[in-house]
């Protein structure tokens, strides 16, 4: 897959997670100029900006919640590159709330998830849309969660707001077609910082209700969108689970 993405531009918001960093670092090895979103890990958005393969990659603030900010990353980009053909909303954010506990799920958190999950992805695209108009392939990819589809997972907000990104997929497909498709990649658990609070067995639980039998690796779900960008070209407003069989079980 070496130079597929040839002069290609992409931006990953949340690029220093685990997963957006597994997606940055593909997308560079396959030829596009990425753009390394982060939001407060600037040191490690710069870490990984020098490890990835040589090219004309740069590393910019991307809060996803803050919409100005967006605007000027916008423009930041339409100087630098002239266009972005891929845009990858990987930012997230979500703390472990056992579902029945409903006291412990303050509306500052449930805010915070809202503001990062859903309003973020509409206001990325929003910024973005005339940077992607300009290109003649160009895909944008939303990092949702089983999470929306199953109604398991880090909280009972967190499951809504994967849910509501789903749906949002669809409504822009429609709504930014033909000059842009949308995707969502929607991963199972992935092993990352976002489920380093819970422990062994409970990974081995997970493990052994997924019949491919372990956990998803971001790099999984980078090759997913690594797909969406080169092969799955007819395809528009479609969630693509990676998670290994697991709503089987
Ligand atoms: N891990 C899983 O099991 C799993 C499963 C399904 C879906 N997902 C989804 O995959 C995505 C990445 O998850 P991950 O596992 O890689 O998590 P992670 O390692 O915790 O990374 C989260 C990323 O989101 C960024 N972020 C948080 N708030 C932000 C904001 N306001 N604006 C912009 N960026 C913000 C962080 O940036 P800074 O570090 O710069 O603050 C970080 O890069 C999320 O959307 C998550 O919901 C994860």
Redesign the pocket.
């Known amino acids: 897959m070496a130079g597929i993405l040839d002069g290609r531009v992409a931006l990953v ?9 597994a997606i940055a670092r593909r997308l560079a090895e396959t030829g596009a100029a990425v753009v390394v ?6 040191n ?2 710069v870490r990984l900006l020098s490890s990835l393969p040589r090219g004309n990659h740069i590393v910019a603030e ?5 919409s100005v900010g967006l605007a000027g990353l916008a423009e930041r980009i339409g100087k630098q590159y002239g266009r972005l053909d891929l845009l990858v ?6 703390r472990f709330v056992p579902h029945p506990d409903l006291d412990s799920l303050d509306d500052a958190l449930i805010d ?1 998830i809202f ?3 859903v309003r ?1 992805v509409i206001a990325t695209a929003r910024a973005m849309r005339e940077l992607l108009d300009r290109g003649d392939a160009a895909l944008i990819v939303n ?5 929306g589809v199953m109604a398991m ?1 880090s909280n009972i907000a ?1 499951c809504a707001s ?1 849910a509501a990104v789903d749906n949002l997929t669809k409504s822009l497909a429609r709504a930014l077609a033909p000059k842009i498709r949308v995707i969502s990649v ?10 380093k609070g819970l422990d062994q067995a409970w990974r081995d639980a997970q493990a052994g209700r997924t019949p491919l039998g372990r ?2 690796s ?1 790099d999984d ?1 980078a090759d997913a969108v690594l797909a969406a960008a080169t092969s799955l070209r007819f395809s528009t407003g479609v969630i693509l689970p990676v998670d290994g069989g697991r709503p089987l079980a």
Do not use: M, Q, W
Request: glycine share 18%; net charge negative; with cysteine.
């Open positions: 918001t949340g690029a220093t997670g685990g997963i957006g960093s979103g982060y939001h407060s890990s600037e490690a958005a991307a809060s996803v919640a803050d909303n990987c930012a997230g954010t979500t915070r503001a990062v999950n973020g990092i949702s969660s089983i999470a997972g967190y994967k929607s991963p199972g658990v992935v092993d990352t910082e976002f489920i956990l998803g971001p779900v």
